[in-house]
């Protein structure tokens, strides 16, 4: 900073006895420099002075120890001179009230890709998109999009598309450290940007700033970090430090600890050096591990921080898990393992199968061989992530496959063992091949109840598929019961407002008012969805699917208009959380068409009921049963019978074993 004062000095012909006083650091350097500034000669008058990377405010200071909040160091303004001062402390603290802070937002897509595009015109990209993913991969950061630009058209360079650099920084190849032998110049070097911040950190005495911003690094970056997972190893002083050099960002979270987040480009930075000395990522995965250690799977009120969690699993696996030791990628696995079952209960579009993290697990696990029990877990895992998906041919080959494996690996007691089979039975229900389903549901029981007991979750869980595959049938009191007999237990075991319990009560509504029992069914109903909309939220997919079958107990009661008022809602809602594709949904708009039918509106029920049959045929297949109970529909729509014949469609809640 000396030195481009003295250089600007000179410029201005200044005496000699003021170039001495800045280059010894004089106390009173700064106010002979902006009083020479004021008395110049005019040809400098209108100018601008940048202080550039000014990110140690305490070199601006006149003591050079403080900060220039006070206005008596360097950064001043007045007599036609705009003094700007480019840095990572936002604190208007450290800079005074005279001072205007204007942050830098992050470039847009459409910029960025621009300025990739710009920097790095031979690399074909004829629709634009690569740049795009590109500059969304590198957070919209211009030195990181302008040095990915510039290595791109080095002849030294390992990748040369668009694509193929985003793949190598998804995959945590070390594309930023090759950014470095582009250009040396020190300006231009991320690594190089960021150690000497930390550089200048520790040698403030705050010399942990270097470990917890690697271990921030080992995280999904741009995505909010529990500070309490951070646990015994938080440094409060380090981590407001990176604050200050905006390394990171602090999010607030209303009554606790803030959330942090970092720059994708600083965290690729980062683990460029941890690759080899694994010793931070592995903390990374103790702490992960400790923070999931005290949540619960099946309990809702631990569901929103599982999902903040996530993330930074599927990070870990991703960039981390080739490098670990065996019993830390064992941890690693076993955390990623619970955290997909979570998602499954969850509910959201994004959670319902859960595949991103099903994929990244099953890669991760790949390292310990096919047979490994972890690496079986995993394919399991894949298998419940597509028949949620309603790929359920696939998944059926899949859960075959698996619990071959299985068998030889754990033996045919195993609850993994046990719960693969419920899973490939599952698969077997969702292509209507009920009777099928049905025997080996009791034959899976009975195994059960010899190896886990008849009270165990996984039993009475089975229990409920048992009822599904009478019901669907036509049996709608026989699977009642066995639904009661569930709850019962359920209630007894696990408690009034376990996920299970809830879900036992939930079936029990819907084949009560399939048998006919519709004041009781509406009984049931009306408390099933006050009880579960309280403990999983209005929009769970439980809440949703358990509304509509009270909708439908309304339609049976008579109260047309009311059903109707309550479908729509449902539906709308269902839209927002469910796949096009997904049965409940298809299972409800063939309901509100019903309702339509039963009033005389023909015209809009067969449009409803062809929408239905059109995703039915394609997903379900022609010969499923429910896609024929739909043709059926649109061929009695004219007709009297059509009254007795738009029984409601039974839907199928697809139940996930932790696998």
């Not at 950190?201 to 999904?220: D, H």
């Not at 693969?420 to 209507?432: E, F, N, P, S, Y």
Request: proline letters at 5%; a negative charge.
């Amino acid at each position: 900073m000396r030195g481009g004062i003295i250089e600007i000095l000179r410029r201005l012909d200044a005496p000699e006895s003021l170039l001495r006083e800045v280059s010894d650091a004089a106390p009173t350097a700064a106010d002979r420099f902006w009083t020479f500034l004021a008395e110049r000669p005019a040809r400098s008058h209108n100018a601008l002075l940048v202080f550039d990377n000014a990110d140690v405010p305490s070199v601006l200071a006149a003591n050079g120890r403080s900060t220039p909040s006070d206005g008596a160091g360097w950064v001043r303004g007045g007599g036609g001179i705009l003094t700007v001062v480019t840095t990572r402390i936002g604190d208007p603290q450290a800079w005074g009230g005279g001072v205007r802070v204007v942050p830098l937002r992050l470039l847009d897509d459409v910029t960025a890709a621009a300025v990739l595009r710009r920097t790095a015109p031979h690399i074909p990209d004829p629709d634009g998109r690569e740049a795009m993913e590109l500059a969304r991969r590198l957070g919209g950061l211009p030195l990181a999009l302008h040095l990915a630009g510039m290595y791109l058209t080095s002849p030294f360079a390992r990748w040369h598309s668009f694509a193929e650099y985003r793949r190598a920084l998804d995959s945590g190849q070390a594309a930023v450290v090759e950014l470095d032998s582009v250009h040396s110049d020190s300006r231009a070097t991320v690594s190089r940007t960021w150690e000497l911040s930390l550089d200048a950190l520790a040698e403030q005495g705050v010399e942990r700033a270097r470990e917890m911003l690697y271990l921030l690094a080992c995280f999904a970056p741009t995505t909010p970090i529990p500070m309490a997972m951070l646990g015994s190893v938080l440094s409060e002083t380090s981590l407001r430090a990176l604050a200050e050099l905006a390394l990171i960002d602090a999010v607030a979270v209303p009554g606790g600890l803030p959330d942090l987040t970092l720059h994708p480009v600083v965290a690729d930075t980062c683990r460029t050096s941890m690759t080899e000395d694994t010793s931070i990522p592995e903390l990374a995965v103790r702490l992960v591990s400790s923070y999931a250690g005290g949540l619960e799977v099946e309990r809702p009120a631990d569901w929103a921080r599982w999902e903040k969690l996530i993330p930074h699993i599927e990070a870990l696996l991703t960039w981390a898990a080739p490098h670990l030791d065996t019993p830390t990628l064992l941890s690693l696995l076993h955390v990623a393992g619970r955290a997909h079952y979570s998602l499954t209960l969850i509910g959201s579009k994004e959670g319902a199968g859960g595949e991103g993290i099903a994929r990244l697990l099953l890669a991760a696990a790949s390292r310990l061989g096919d047979l490994h029990p972890e690496a079986i877990a995993a394919r399991h895992g894949l298998g419940v992530t597509l028949s949620a998906r309603g790929r359920v041919r696939e998944a059926e080959d899949l859960f075959r496959a698996v619990l071959e494996d299985r068998r030889t690996v754990l033996g045919d007691a195993h609850p993994g063992t046990l719960r693969t089979r419920d899973q490939l039975i599952g698969t077997i229900m969702a292509q209507g091949r009920y009777g099928e389903a049905e025997q080996m549901y009791r034959d899976l029981i009975a195994d059960q109840e010899a190896s886990l007991g008849p009270e165990h979750n996984d039993t009475l869980t089975t229990l409920v598929d048992l009822a599904w595959s009478v019901g669907m049938q036509g049996d709608a009191e026989e699977a009642a019961n066995l639904c009661r007999q569930a709850l019962e237990i359920d209630r007894r075991v696990l408690g009034q407002e376990h996920p299970r319990t809830l879900d036992a009560w939930a079936d029990l509504a819907h084949w009560t008012n399939e048998s006919g029992a519709h004041q009781e069914a509406e009984d049931l109903g009306t408390r099933v969805v006050d009880t579960v909309s309280r403990t999983m939220g209005a929009k769970h997919p439980l809440t949703l699917s358990t509304r509509a079958t009270l909708a439908r107990t309304l339609a049976a009661l008579g109260r047309i208009p009311q059903a109707e008022s309550m479908l729509r809602d449902v539906l709308t809602a269902m839209e927002q959380v469910l796949s096009d594709t997904d049965a409940r949904l298809l299972t409800t708009r063939r309901d509100l068409a019903n309702v339509l039918a039963t009033q005389g509106r023909t015209h809009q029920a067969e449009r409803i009921y062809r929408q239905v049959l059109q995703l039915q045929q394609q997903y379900l297949g022609l010969a499923h049963p429910e896609t024929l109970k739909t043709d059926r529909l649109i061929a009695l729509i004219g007709d009297e019978r059509f009254g007795d014949q738009a029984a409601p469609m039974s839907r199928r809640l697809r139940r996930t074993g932790k696998g």
